[in-house]
């Protein structure tokens, strides 16, 4: 965002972020600096809430949030290294982390992001492919930022626009951030069947739910976790970024939509998705539209024994591991593990399915 710094650092005792980079008046780096404030005249003749409203305005935070990036693959060993790269090496406004799942590859895809070595990036295995949506959801219970967006190893999206979407959430003002793929607006489509299923199963998206969103099928979805994991999902496979967009227009949420740079995969070059997800979404559609809301959304936990405990593979290299013991992550997780080189989870095989 122009103007705004890079945050990543600590805490401040306040509450208030640290810029990276920042130096005291004693030449402390990254100490918390405290920034002049625009002295705010107040005509007179103004009521004390409108005097309160204008000191607010002013002196209003900038929420901190932490984004975790959820990349599933399956046989992405082309692609998935530059994914990664790219994904890393972009300038965000707030704390990233990568969450890769493997989803039962049987290329070299797992052993290459073994290969990074930066602590943002947690690696979790499945021993054989469940689909993109269990694989997303087995990502998104071993993320630990505030709010979650996909991004596919396949590259057909840019990280570039990673950033913007998380721009919109930086304002206060939006909680569920879409990257709209605009037909014609910096997209490439390898077939036009593709392009206009997307706008017709998207038309018909906005007749059951009286919405107007432009692209109900894109995969950059940034939403709060919470919102996320609160979300009863079923559908293991494509059909969950239908079930997803469902239920959040269902229960009455509005996504914030940012364009977004889109160049489509043929299936000569690895696409996945066939018609048959098409008649999948029309069914997932109609399924949720006609589910009471209060069906959409999982009932509040119950509170569990303190001792709760879950087991942790930590990996420092392919070949060492120790077994350690965390508080339970969530339901949805059977293993976790946030510290660097590269956090690795593999499941064992009775694990619980994710969802």
């Not at 300038?91 to 049987?106: A, F, K, Q, R």
């Not at 950033?163 to 930086?170: C, D, G, Q």
């Not at 739910?209 to 940034?222: A, P």
């Amino acid at each position: 965002m122009a103007g705004m710094p890079t945050w990543g650092g600590p805490q401040a005792p306040n509450g208030s972020l640290t810029a990276l980079g920042a130096t005291d008046a004693e030449g402390h780096h990254g100490a918390h600096v405290e920034h002049p404030v625009a002295k705010v005249q107040v005509p007179r003749g103004l009521t004390s809430e409108v005097t309160e409203i204008a000191h607010d305005a002013f002196y209003d935070e900038i929420p901190y949030i932490k984004v975790s990036v959820l990349m599933c693959a399956y046989n992405e060993q082309r692609t998935i290294g530059r994914a990664i790269r790219e994904v890393l090496a972009m300038e965000y406004p707030c704390e990233i982390e990568l969450i890769v799942v493997d989803d039962g590859s049987h290329d070299a895809t797992a052993e290459i992001v073994t290969r990074f070595e930066d602590p943002r990036i947690v690696l979790h295995r499945h021993p054989q492919n469940r689909g993109k949506g269990a694989a997303l959801r087995s990502a998104a219970s071993l993320a630990t930022g505030t709010h979650v967006v996909p991004f596919d190893a396949d590259l057909e999206y840019t990280p570039k626009d990673l950033p913007r979407l998380i721009e919109p959430i930086l304002t206060g003002r939006f909680e569920v951030v879409y990257g709209a793929r605009l037909f014609g607006y910096n997209t490439v489509y390898q077939s036009f069947r593709y392009a206009v299923g997307n706008k017709i199963l998207t038309a018909m998206t906005n007749i059951l739910f009286d919405s107007f969103i432009s692209d109900m099928h894109t995969c950059l979805k940034l939403m709060p976790r919470d919102t996320f994991s609160s979300l009863v999902l079923r559908e293991n496979g494509f059909g969950l970024d239908t079930e997803v967009t469902a239920a959040l227009l269902r229960l009455g949420v509005r996504p914030f939509e940012v364009p977004v740079s889109y160049y489509s995969r043929s299936h000569a070059q690895g696409k996945k998705i066939n018609w048959r997800d098409a008649v999948a979404c029309l069914r997932i559609l109609f399924r949720v539209r006609g589910t009471r809301k209060r069906r959409l959304v999982l009932p509040a936990p119950a509170q569990g024994p303190e001792d709760s405990t879950t087991t942790v593979t930590r990996i420092d290299s392919p070949s060492s591991c120790d077994i350690a013991e965390l508080p339970a992550l969530t339901a949805l997780s059977s293993v976790g593990y946030t510290d660097s080189p590269v956090g690795y989870t593999e499941e064992a095989p009775d694990a619980v399915p994710a969802g």
